[in-house]
């Protein structure tokens, strides 16, 4: 008889490449109020008729359907997926009324009018959370990447998490909550973290430890009613990736291509740098080989969790005019100038990976501003009218398209 894992440990699915695929949440408008529309399940079958086999989630609430890839080699491949997707999703929509639109958060819906789906681990979610977990008008676009081998997940994990304030500052698009700007650019990810399942990873280095530290949340019933913990960053056993879950739902393709490019990179970035660290390690013996790992070019970037925790608040508060800890030492630089950096050292491995051009949309994002950005910017312009900001950030769906 095959054993089977005890609860709470996983088994991961190893990936021989380092594949990508994405998961994009997105909502249904009525282009009348500009309020949510709660029939996604009526949009799910619909669009079901016109692609049976288009893959579609539905998700925690009823005005949401996440889009989700297939195991892809490429960036460009991925997103052609979702516009494809996206366009039959839109036709359906448009068969019911409605338009599809996207970001970190709704700027004035009551959640006290969006139900949740009709699923018993939500209905769970929301009795076991109550007045936080009923808040979730909240929406992301989560990125995963193929890893070789478990033992690698958490040094990748680790050194990502120094880069949490990046992905954040770019994609950051929910000022807005319950009719107010709220001066954060990134409202969704203060929220989400309220969940007792949510947010910063533990304080994990092994795989060994993760096995740990799943099966005491299994055995104390944490996971009980999600079967999982909704980290920002985390392992995906299932697929053989890490998932990164970070970035705020991008309003367009074209963004989300910028964003996924850079998540992409940086994990295949961080898992070679793995390999020369261990190769470093390796060819040294006793203490010697300890000093030259803690000087080697190739030791993989980390912080402390207070360092951690204080960069994922400046991005949320600050967006792109946040000032971030770079090092051990305390040294803060502006995230645009670490970006504008990060898109030129990466530029070698985005041309392996074939997303050298969505990769440079880093710097138009930069350059031209975040979706918080516009957002805040139509609000003035209106004088105050988050109908108009809704209208906008749905317009942009449509008409800033990926790269051909």
């Known amino acids: 008889m095959a054993n089977t894992p005890a609860a709470g440990t996983e088994v991961f699915k190893r990936s021989p490449k380092p594949t990508v695929g994405i ?126 081998h478990e033992d690698r997940v958490w040094p990748i994990i680790n050194a990502m998490m120094t880069k949490f304030p990046h992905l954040l500052a770019l994609s950051a698009s929910s000022p807005g909550w319950d009719g107010i700007d709220t001066g954060y650019a990134s409202n969704r990810t203060m929220l989400y973290q309220q969940l007792p399942t949510a947010g910063l990873p533990p304080a994990i280095n092994t795989w060994e430890q993760w096995q740990g530290y799943m099966r005491d949340q299994a055995a104390s019933g944490v996971i009980s009613h999600t079967g999982s913990m909704h980290l920002d960053i985390r392992p995906a056993s299932k697929w053989g990736t890490i998932e990164v879950r970070v970035s705020d739902a991008s309003s367009n393709l074209r963004e989300l291509s910028a964003v996924a490019a850079l998540t992409h990179c940086l994990v295949v970035y961080y898992d070679r740098m793995l390999d020369e660290q261990r190769a470093d390690a390796s060819n040294e013996a006793g203490s010697a080989a300890a000093g030259a790992l803690r000087n080697s070019p190739h030791q993989l970037p980390s912080l402390q969790p207070w360092h951690i925790a204080e960069n994922k608040w400046r991005a949320a508060r600050y967006g792109l005019d946040a000032l971030v800890i770079t090092s051990r030492d305390t040294h803060e630089r502006w995230v645009k100038d670490e970006l504008a950096d990060l898109v030129e050292q990466l530029a070698p491995i985005a041309e392996e990976l074939g997303c050298a051009r969505e990769l440079q949309l880093v710097s138009e994002i930069v350059d031209k501003g975040a979706g918080y950005q516009r957002q805040r910017q139509r609000f003035a312009q209106s004088g105050g009218d988050w109908k108009k900001v809704v209208a906008a950030t749905a317009e942009e769906m449509s008409t800033w398209r990926p790269l051909e």
């Open 23 to 148: 998961e994009w949440e997105v909502a249904l408008i009525n282009p009348e109020t500009w309020d949510l529309a709660h029939q996604a399940e009526a949009v799910i079958a619909t669009a079901q008729q016109i692609q049976p086999d288009i893959h579609l989630e539905k998700e925690f609430l009823q005005n949401t359907i996440e889009l989700v890839t297939g195991i892809c080699d490429s960036i460009p491949q991925a997103v052609a997926e979702l516009d494809r997707d996206l366009a039959v999703i839109r036709q359906a929509a448009e068969h019911h009324g409605l338009v599809l639109w996207a970001s970190g958060g709704h700027p004035f819906s009551d959640f006290r009018t969006n139900p949740v789906s009709a699923k018993m681990t939500y209905a769970e979610i929301i009795e076991r959370t109550q007045y936080w977990g009923s808040q979730m008008l909240i929406w992301g676009t989560h990125v995963h990447v193929g890893i070789s």
